[in-house]
């Protein structure tokens, strides 16, 4: 791979991550609050993410830009699943 080739992947991962930051989260987040659209377990928030094109390693990314709205129960849902997730890698070690 040249050295242009490289360049150019890596300004096209950089737009991708602002694009999933700037919009497809806010999308997301937009979604979750609805009344309509908020997730009650682990299954429907991943797949909630996986419906906007957002990995679940944004989770804490996410985390930060709901603690400002006044929806408890989205955030503890979304700590609760860091929480797992991060037992989840520390136990199969």
């Known amino acids: ?6 360049k150019s992947d890596e300004d096209l991962i950089v737009e991708v991550s602002k694009f999933l930051k700037e919009v497809a989260v806010e999308r997301l987040i937009r979604d979750l609050i609805n009344v309509e659209g908020v997730p ?12 906007h094109g957002i990995n679940m390693r944004y989770l804490g990314f996410v985390n930060e830009r709901v603690k400002k709205y ?14 797992f997730r991060s037992a989840k890698h520390i136990f199969n070690e």
């Open 70 to 83: 006044e929806f408890n129960h989205l955030k503890v849902l979304i700590e609760r699943e860091i929480l």
């Open 40 to 51: 009650t377990d682990s299954e429907s928030l991943e797949a909630a993410f996986h419906s």
């Open 1 to 6: 791979m040249s050295d242009e080739e490289k």
